[in-house]
């Protein structure tokens, strides 16, 4: 899997995660369950295969500690997974795009919770 399509995915399961946050009448409640927990374990398989495909590229073997910190504690370990993997001359723009796609996707949620909210108003 190549990094950019790890990156779609991530972003395709925080709209789904989203939405069913917005309309749980969407499935029972028990469904509604169980679907968040597929959502946050499929979140967790594209991290992995994101981390794996951007250490291939970049020629870096991160530690086991830090393979597991990047799944489990992702928002807080990928800025710092990325600045360890890059060459000191990239780390700072790395950094500034890690944040731009975090603005972003958290744009889309909300662009989605508004959108869902005025639908159902209507």
Same mark, same amino acid.
């Given at each position: 899997?190549?990094?950019?399509?790890?990156?779609?995915?991530?972003?395709?399961?925080?709209?789904?995660?989203?939405?069913?946050?917005?309309? /749980?009448?969407?499935?029972?409640?028990?469904?509604?369950?169980?679907?968040?927990?597929?959502?946050?374990?499929?979140?967790?398989?594209?991290?992995?295969?994101?981390?794996r495909a951007d250490?291939?590229?970049?020629?870096?073997? /991160?530690?086991?500690?830090?393979?597991?910190?990047?799944?489990?504690?992702? /928002?807080?370990?990928?800025?710092?997974?990325?600045?360890?993997?890059?060459?000191?001359?990239?780390?700072?723009?790395?950094?500034?795009?890690?944040?731009?796609?975090?603005?972003?996707?958290?744009?889309?949620s909300i662009g989605?919770?508004?959108?869902?909210?005025?639908?159902?108003?209507?």
């Amino acid at each position: 899997m190549s990094t950019r399509i790890a990156i779609l995915a991530l972003g395709t399961l925080l709209a789904l995660n989203g939405l069913l946050v917005v309309e /749980p009448a969407l499935l029972s409640a028990h469904w509604t369950k169980l679907a968040t927990w597929c959502i946050a374990i499929a979140w967790m398989v594209c991290i992995y295969l994101w981390q794996r495909a951007d250490a291939r590229r970049n020629r870096f073997v /991160p530690s086991v500690l830090l393979s597991g910190a990047v799944i489990l504690f992702s /928002p807080f370990a990928v800025p710092y997974y990325l600045y360890k993997s890059r060459p000191t001359n990239r780390r700072r723009m790395v950094l500034v795009r890690y944040v731009g796609l975090a603005f972003l996707l958290l744009s889309v949620s909300i662009g989605l919770t508004v959108a869902v909210e005025t639908l159902r108003g209507v």
